[in-house]
Each structure stands twice: as C-alpha cells, then as structure tokens.
C-alpha cells in the first residue's frame, strides 16, 4: 500500500493485533481503469439478482443498514482504540455469524474479488489495498448469483449476542469493513486519516464506504441529507465513557474539512440531542426602505396655513360644550320632577299587640267575592291570628268542621242568619250543598282583613312587610279598593293591586311563588277591563318569596303612582297620569248588547278613578274561575267555565293538598303595615 493510501490509525489498538493473510502467488491484482461517476454508482451496491431492482444512490438507506454498527457492542480499553475481532482466534472464538456473512458476501478465499462494473475490471481485495498488477480471479461458477441470497444475507450484529470486542483492525481492509458496517465515510473522522487519493485504493475504499468522492459542496449536502437522522441514536449505543465509533478522540477531524464547507456548520456526525423544543420562527427585523421616495419628502401641508384650519378644532369644542351644558339642564330637571312630598302617617301597626280588631275587620262571605273563588272567608281564630309579633292568614280546610258529606249534599251555610256576614247581597251570605247541581260548600276557610273602617289615603304611601304563601292554587294579594263607589261599580271606580302572587312553583307557566305582580284596575265594566295596560311583572332572583320577608310598597300623588318592592329603586309598575284613562283604554263604543258606553270619568282629572280614598286589603284566595290559574296549565283540576269547577277542584285534593305543607308555611305572615298620607298643604 502506498504511503499516500494509507489511512493514519490510533497507535494504541485494543485486542490482538493481525495481519492479512498472503495473497496467492498465482494471482496478481489487475489495474482498472477509472470508470465515469455514474458507472462508479453501481460499483458501490451489491450485484442485484434476477429480477430484483437496484436501489438508487439517492434513496434512503434501508433501516436494518442503518443500524448496522449501531448493533455492534465494544468495550474500548482505551481511549483511542476501536476494538474489534482478532483473526487469531477464528479458531477458539470466531465471529459472529453476521460478520461472517459479510466476508461471505465479499470474498470468495483468501482473496477475494469485488464485482466489476460495466467497463471495469475485476476488483480484488485482501487484507490490504489491492495490488493493481494482480491478475483477476476466475469468475464464480455458472449460474450463480454475486449478492448472496436471503438465507445467507448478514442480519443485525445483535441478534446474535456476539460482541466483536476481540478483534482489532490493523490496516485498511479491515477498517474498510468496519466502515461500510457502520455506513461512516473513509475520509471521516477515522484516527485523523486524510482523504485517500485517488486509484485502487480509493475505489476499495469507496466500494466499503458506500462513498462517492468528491469535493463539491452540494454532494456534501446530500451526503448529509442522506445520512442516517439517528446518528445520535447509534453513538448511544457505545461506551459513554469511550470515544464515539472509529474516531479516535481529539484527533478526529470534522466532516465539514472534508466537504469544503465551514467546520462550524451543521454535520450529522456532531447532531445535538434530540429535543422537544419547537423551532422558533425567523423573525427579521430589517428596517424597511423605500426604494422610490429619493432625497427630501415633501410637505406642502406646512408651507400655507389654511385659514379654515381652525375650525376643525373649534367645532369639536363647541359642541363638547354644549353636550355638558344639555346633560346638566336634564339632570336639573330630572331633580327638579322628583316630588318632594311630605307624608303624614295614618296607619303603623307591627302587631306587638296582637290584632286590632278597631283597625283590621274581616270581610265574613261565601261568594267568592266576583272572582269565583274557592274558599269561605271567616273571623275564626283558625285562619287569622297574631303570633310572636306576627299576623298570620292561613287557608284551612272546611271538612275539619263540617263533613264530607254536608260538604257535597243537602246541608245549608246562613251567615246573614248568624250576623257574621259582611256584605248586603244574599248570594255571599247563604249556600246550600247539592249534587244534582254540583254545587258544594266551599271547602276552604281563609281569612280576608281590611282597613275600610279605620284607615284610607289619597295619595300617599303604603308598605307591608310580609312573607308570601307556598302551596298550588293558593292566591295571596295585597291590594287596595276605593272606600266609596264614586265613579261606580268595579272596575270604574278602580282597584290597586299592590303585589299578587301564587303559591305554584317557579315553574308554573304563569309565574309561581317567585313572582309577583302589580295591577290598576279600570274599564267601563269588567268585561272592558283595561288592567292589561297598567300591568307589569317583578320576579326574584334564586329564591322566592315565600323563603323571606319583603316589603312591598306604594307610592301614589296626583302626577303618577308606582309599586316597589325592597326599595323605592326597585321599581314594579309605573304610572304617569298625563293621559286621561278613557283616553288611554280606546274603549269600544257599546258592549256586547249594544249599550252605548258612556266616559265614567269624564268630570274627572287625569288621575281619574285614582283620585279618592283607598283602604288596604290582606288576604290569602284559593281557586277561582276569573283566570288568574290558565285552563290547562300545570295539571290544573278544574276549567273556570265549568258549574262543577269547585267540586272538581276539591275531588283532586290529593294532588294539591301535599304541596301546601304544614304549619304556617301556606300562610301569609305579616310583620309590619304602614300607611302615609300626603300632607303637603
């Protein structure tokens, strides 16, 4: 081998070291020509059986190529040694049978031959670089096949379980072989050794390599771009304490000296880690530059005034001010509008006393008083009475007193008889029970208070402090009606429904327990009630207002009248009497037989009916046919059009008596009434 060709080698080698055997004198090296780069290629791979296709040079390496060396198991003793089998102890210790494979595949004896390219002599290759005036080996028998087949392919060094850490290399053929074992190229970093000029040693080299010699950068890239990304991978599978395979330590020179490019430039030989880490976008930050505007830019804008300039800020400014002087003439006058009454109290009662019976009456009747209801109001102790500071209204059933039977047939209710009724009218005084008309007793007992006899305003304020009712088809209210009929029969003389709820759940369709609402009532009669436009709704946030007290409250002056509840803020209804009310109902001209209807308020004001005196009404209903509980909804046991709807409405007790609970839990209790009059002059 000349000493160009040879390859510099560590100095310290692990293992037993050996020599090629000699080369058979009858033959010699044959010297071929240099073959063109394309023909070059083909030397490079296996000669390709019948029928099988030949990889490119630009294709990927197979994986079980690539992980050739990395199944190669070394124990280096030194720092600068690449141990590998001696041949010494072929005998005793021969290699694995995957090395073996190898030689197999590429040498036939002694000496063996590589596989010539179109136009190219026989290759020879013995333990060193071959000798160009050898003469060629003689070819392999007939029909037989230069890539050795399946079978007796090399598999991974690994499966084997044999190390190679007692066999050392000690000239080029050998390290040849390591080489193309591990895919690293000749003139990589191997012990410092230059690249090899050109020749036979050269193409050996190359044909162990799988290496195409050249200098140019681009062939470097793709050489690069060829190599194996789990470089890393392989290196891991050495000694970490050892020098990387078939480099020598410091003496290894980088890849990059080989290719013409910069030493500090990316090699897969030198790759870091693998990382998770995302690659950062480039981000450049190069200052733009016109490639148009040349020299000064011109400004004209600043060689003249113009004198209309200024009004581009003028204006801005005059109109911000007139915003300011607007918004404060508003507020001013909202202040203004806000009455400042003064009010006088008329009624506070918070029933430490017990029930005053020269404030509070009962209204004593059984018909339902024009809303169909179900119940029997009474003065018993049952149904109202004063507890711990408290006003309690509780619906009772009637069957507690009277049986069932009384309740359903032939038995008779006077109350004119017993003096307890309350009004001039037979019907709310007297009934009789009768299956044949369905006509019963009403099978609830409640309690109805007022202060018709000792306390009304015009105009002023009213506050009641009460928790509502929990139960279905129970109908508490809070309400006031005009002490005398001036304008006439309900509704023209009016009727102010402070706060109205029911005692369903928050499901019922129309609004349960959490709900209440506000209503005036007006009209020329009660099929022409114009409540519908002075109505409106308040419904309380997670909860209901049968788990706590609330105040509902009143406020009413010539000018307007509006509901609350909690607090004056916390408005229900609102209403503004500028427009007269016969005005605002559009009435139609006659009623349903043809009577002319006559404006009841026309002597009046634009608060008419709602300019008299007013009482305050607390009561808890149960039923009725007036539509206040919809047909339908909410498995309601009776239809309001029914005769039998009070009947039916107590055969369905089962379903509704369970969700009135016990206690005072169906009750109204109040805490506090207090009543204001306006007392400005």
């Known amino acids: 081998m000349a000493d160009s060709e040879k390859e510099t080698m560590p100095e310290n080698v692990a293992g037993k070291e050996f020599t090629p055997p000699p080369a058979a004198a009858a033959e010699e090296p044959v010297t071929r020509p240099v073959t063109p780069k394309s023909q070059r290629r083909m030397t490079m791979m296996d000669s390709p059986s019948p029928g099988q296709r030949v990889r490119a040079p630009s294709e990927q390496v197979t994986p079980t190529t690539n992980r050739r060396m990395t199944m190669i198991e070394t124990t280096p003793t030194s720092a600068n040694t690449m141990p590998l089998l001696s041949p010494e102890e072929k005998t005793d210790n021969a290699p694995p049978p995957a090395l073996q494979g190898i030689m197999k595949r590429r040498s036939h004896g002694p000496e063996s031959h590589i596989p010539a390219s179109p136009g190219m002599g026989p290759r020879r290759m013995t333990g060193s670089t071959p000798d160009p005036t050898a003469a060629a080996p003689a070819d392999p028998p007939s029909g037989g ?4 087949s399946v079978a007796t392919r090399p598999r ?22 390591a080489r193309r074992l591990s895919g690293y190229d000749p003139r990589m970093s191997i012990g410092g050794a230059e690249p090899p000029s050109a020749g036979g040693s050269m193409t050996a080299n190359r044909q162990f390599s799988a290496y195409e010699p050249t200098s140019s950068a681009t062939l470097a890239q793709r050489r690069v771009s060829q190599y194996d990304p789990m470089d890393s991978g392989r290196r891991s599978t050495y000694n970490p304490e050892g020098p990387a395979p078939l480099t020598t330590g410091s003496s290894a020179r980088p890849v990059s000296t080989f290719f013409g490019v910069d030493a500090t430039g990316p090699s897969p030989f030198n790759a870091p880690e693998p990382t998770n880490e995302k690659a950062q976008p480039v981000v450049y930050t190069r200052q733009f530059v016109s490639r148009r505007l040349k020299g000064p830019v011109e400004k004209p ?8 300039e200024k009004w581009v800020s003028i204006i801005p400014i005059i109109g911000i001010v007139v915003g300011f002087i607007a918004a404060g003439l508003l507020i001013w006058d909202g202040i203004r509008g806000v009455a400042h009454h003064k009010y006088c109290p008329v009624l506070i009662d918070d029933f430490q006393n017990g029930l005053n019976t020269s404030i509070w009456t009962h209204d004593v009747e059984l018909g339902g008083f024009g809303n169909g209801e179900f119940e029997w109001t009474t003065a018993d102790s049952d149904n109202s009475y004063v507890q711990d500071g408290k006003l309690f209204i509780v619906p009772t059933l009637t069957n507690a007193s009277l049986t069932s039977n009384e309740i359903n047939n032939g038995y008779t209710v006077n109350l004119t008889a017993t003096g307890e009724c309350t009004s001039t009218t037979k019907y709310n005084c ?23 006899a000792s306390a009304s305003i015009k105009y002023g304020r009213v506050e009641v402090r009460a928790r509502l009712p929990k139960g279905d088809w129970i109908w508490p209210a809070i309400w006031m009606l005009p002490v005398n009929n001036t304008y006439g029969v309900w ?10 709820s029911r005692g369903n759940d928050i499901f019922y369709p129309e609004g349960g327990r959490d709900i209440i609402s506000s209503t005036l009532h007006w009209g020329p009669d009660s099929a022409n009630d114009g409540y519908w436009r002075t109505n409106n709704k308040h419904r309380l946030p997670h909860t209901s207002f049968d788990e706590g007290f609330h105040t509902f409250g009143l406020e009413w002056s010539e000018k307007y009248l509006f509901t609350y509840v909690d607090s004056r803020l916390q408005t229900v209804l609102y209403t503004k009497f500028q427009t007269p009310f016969w005005d605002r109902g559009s009435f139609p001209l ?4 043809g009577t002319t209807y006559v404006n009841p308020w026309s002597s009046g004001t634009s608060s008419t009916p709602f300019d008299q005196e007013f009482y305050l009404i607390l009561n808890v209903a149960v039923g009725g046919t007036n539509g206040w509980f919809v047909d339908g909804k909410d498995n309601k046991p009776w ?15 089962e379903t509704w008596l369970p969700t ?22």
């Open 156 to 177: 991974p060094l690994s499966s084997y379980g044999r190390p190679l850490s007692n066999y050392s290399i000690t000239d080029a053929a050998p390290q040849s072989i």
């Open 590 to 593: 006659s009623n349903a037989n």
């Open 639 to 653: 239809v309001d059009a029914s005769s039998t709807a009070m009947g039916d409405f107590w055969r369905q007790r």
């Open 660 to 681: 009135w609970g016990s206690g005072d839990h169906r009750a109204m209790v109040v805490d506090k009434v207090s009543m204001w009059q306006q007392c400005d002059n």
């Open 145 to 148: 096949s230069r890539r050795p």
């Open 430 to 452: 007297v009934i009789t029970s009768n299956t044949t008309t369905g006509q019963i007793i009403p099978p609830i007992k409640s309690a109805r208070l007022t202060t018709k």
């Open 491 to 500: 509704p023209k003389s009016g009727e102010i429904d402070i706060a109205e």
């Open 301 to 308: 804008w600043l060689l003249e005034e113009d004198p209309r």
